[in-house]
């Protein structure tokens, strides 16, 4: 079996967000200890700014990195994968739809099920780049080969 999704969802799902969770926070925390200080209302700013900043990053990280799939490796005629402790199976003939995004960084690939599993119904994860690539509106290798065989597994059709 081998690794179709990328080394970085680690680094996409928890480290950049506790980074910037992190950072905002503490300009909040700065924010409250400079209104308290004052007694003024010229901190005010320094305030709402970080905290419509984490609503905003709480928001899209959990619409946009907290909902990946750790890992995925391909079986050949089945996908495994890995959010967390829970590992699901997925046969590629249950796979419905296989959708990439174009205007997100990075690229998710999204897989709508059949029947939900484990994780719902769309098992999103970050596929495997290739190592070098100009194009950023090129096919990703990942995607154009599961969506191939994924419609031969639906038809019945066996491929290598």
Same mark, same amino acid.
Not at 124 to 129: D, H, M, Q, R, T
């Given at each position: 079996?081998?690794?179709?999704?990328?080394?970085?969802?680690?680094?996409?799902?928890?480290?950049?967000?506790?980074?910037?969770?992190?950072?905002?926070?503490?300009?909040?925390?700065?924010?409250?200890?400079?209104?308290?200080?004052?007694?003024?209302?010229?901190?005010?700013?320094?305030?709402? &700014?970080? #905290?419509? *900043?984490?609503? =905003?990053?709480?928001?899209?990280?959990?619409? /946009?990195?907290?909902?990946?799939?750790? @890992?995925?490796?391909?079986?050949?005629?089945?996908?495994?994968?890995?959010?967390?402790?829970?590992?699901?199976?997925?046969?590629?003939?249950?796979? &419905?739809? #296989?959708? *990439?995004?174009? =205007?997100?960084?990075?690229?998710?690939?999204? /897989?709508?099920?059949?029947?939900?599993? @484990?994780?719902?119904?769309?098992?999103?994860?970050?596929?495997?780049?290739?190592?070098?690539?100009?194009?950023?509106?090129?096919?990703?290798?990942?995607?154009?080969?599961? *969506?191939?065989?994924?419609?031969?597994?639906?038809?019945?059709?066996?491929?290598?």
């Amino acid at each position: 079996m081998q690794f179709i999704s990328s080394k970085m969802t680690f680094v996409t799902k928890w480290l950049f967000p506790a980074i910037w969770l992190g950072g905002v926070s503490m300009a909040l925390v700065a924010g409250i200890l400079s209104l308290a200080s004052r007694r003024t209302m010229d901190s005010l700013p320094f305030l709402l &700014l970080p #905290v419509a *900043m984490l609503v =905003f990053g709480y928001f899209l990280f959990r619409n /946009l990195a907290w909902d990946l799939a750790d @890992q995925v490796q391909d079986g050949g005629t089945y996908l495994l994968v890995r959010r967390g402790s829970i590992e699901q199976r997925v046969q590629l003939s249950d796979i &419905l739809n #296989v959708s *990439m995004s174009q =205007f997100t960084n990075p690229k998710r690939l999204t /897989l709508r099920l059949r029947t939900p599993c @484990q994780f719902g119904d769309e098992i999103a994860f970050i596929p495997k780049l290739p190592a070098w690539q100009i194009n950023p509106f090129a096919r990703n290798p990942v995607a154009e080969d599961l *969506m191939r065989r994924v419609d031969s597994a639906r038809r019945g059709v066996i491929s290598a």
